[in-house]
Nanobody, 118 residues
Framework: VQLQASGGGLVQPGGSLRLSCVAS????????LRWYRQFPGKQRELVAG???????NYADSVKGRFTISRDNGKNTGYLQMNSLKPEDTAVYYCNVDVFYNEGYSDFWGQGTQVTVSS
């Protein structure tokens, strides 16, 4: 199983970005999908999560600005980030729980850099 995250970049404060995370491999079911972020010198923190059925949860710092979604048919998750702030600058990682040909485990994407700066 491999996760490919994309969509990061440089954006001005107040701008938007949409991150994508595609899971590939011999996958039977993608269960919960999460986005984390990591600030320099800090541990990863949970930004948002979405169950297979669509239930969502968000960190307080992003509520009302970020929206997590998924396309089960494409094994893909998204993080729409609006009203971005400089303090959102971090490396963003996707993490998924997966039923696959070798069992059940969680997997991490490679990380995508989001920089919010004028």
């Amino acid at each position: 199983v491999q996760l490919q995250a994309s969509g990061g970049g440089l954006v001005q404060p107040g701008g938007s970005l949409r991150l994508s995370c595609v899971a590939s491999g011999t996958i039977f079911v993608v269960n919960t999908l999460r986005w984390y972020r990591q600030f320099p010198g800090k541990q990863r923190e949970l930004v948002a999560g979405i169950s297979r059925g669509g239930s969502t949860n968000y960190a307080d710092s992003v509520k009302g600005r970020f929206t997590i979604s998924r396309d089960n048919g494409k094994n893909t998750g998204y993080l729409q980030m609006n009203s971005l702030k400089p303090e959102d600058t971090a490396v963003y990682y996707c993490n998924v729980d997966v039923f696959y040909n070798e069992g059940y485990s969680d997997f991490w994407g490679q990380g995508t850099q989001v920089t919010v700066s004028s």
